[in-house]
């Protein structure tokens, strides 16, 4: 079975500073999918980045970028120039490539301060 | 194209009784996905729906059960509500192939009381 782990539950983080959230996973499997969503306050969870397991570059969406350490099965969210809208509960989750359902980590509380 | 809704948005119940949810996914989507999010347990996965048979399955009791019709549109049902079954339940929509992303839908909280 796959387990998805974050280690922070809470972070907090000043507005246009750069700010790394953790993600660690276990799976024996080689051919994955890893995601990071965002939920904001109240609001639905949205899709911040996807990264192919097999891809060897980090994925990029416009502020947010991945680290994807396969081997070591690390996968972190860094958010650059926080923008007090980022405040919300991220979610790393884990899918094989053959399966539909998510196995998603606890999650990690972020708080962008003015 | 208009996202995952779903309905009721909240809802109370009693234990013992039963509750249906639903969720119609994005348009041309044929999977849908069910998960339960609670403080205690994160999100964890209930089920998944692709063209009407359920092809995926979590690990939760007989009591919930789901269904989709052919619009994709998808309802959860839970029987006999125990007081942990407080939760926001979710619902995700993909075009259901591997490689497709899932979208998710704001949720119907529900309170057991």
């Known amino acids: 079975a796959q387990t998805v782990t974050q280690s922070q539950p809470e972070m907090s983080v000043q507005e246009a500073e750069t700010v790394t959230l953790s993600c660690t996973y276990d799976?024996?499997?080689?051919?994955?999918?890893l995601f990071w969503y965002k939920q904001p306050p109240s609001r639905q969870m949205i899709l911040v980045i996807r990264q192919e397991a097999y891809k060897q570059q980090n994925a990029t969406e416009n502020r947010f970028s991945v680290n994807f350490q396969k081997a070591a099965k690390s996968f972190s969210l860094k958010i650059s120039d926080s923008q007090l809208g980022d405040t919300a509960m991220y979610f790393c989750a884990f899918q094989l490539i053959y399966g539909q359902n998510f196995v998603f980590g606890p999650g990690t509380r972020l708080s962008v301060l003015p | 194209k208009a996202g995952v809704t779903q309905t009721p948005r909240y809802l109370i119940k009693t234990r013992g009784q039963q509750v249906t949810l639903s969720c119609s996914p994005i348009?041309?989507?044929?999977?849908v996905s069910w998960y339960q999010q609670t403080p205690g347990q994160g999100l964890q996965f209930l089920f998944e729906?692709?063209?009407?048979?359920?092809?995926n399955k979590g690990n939760f009791p007989g009591r919930f059960s789901g269904r989709q019709f052919s619009n994709s549109r998808s309802e959860m049902n839970v029987s006999t509500l125990e007081l942990g079954d407080s939760a926001l339940y979710l619902c995700?929509?993909?075009?259901?192939?591997?490689?497709?992303?899932?979208?998710f839908g704001p949720g119907t909280r529900l309170t057991v009381l």
């Open positions: 799976t024996s499997e080689n051919n994955y999918y």
């Open positions: 995700a929509s993909s075009q259901g192939d591997a490689t497709d992303t899932q979208y």
């Open positions: 729906y692709f063209s009407e048979t359920q092809r």
């Open positions: 348009s041309g989507h044929r999977s």
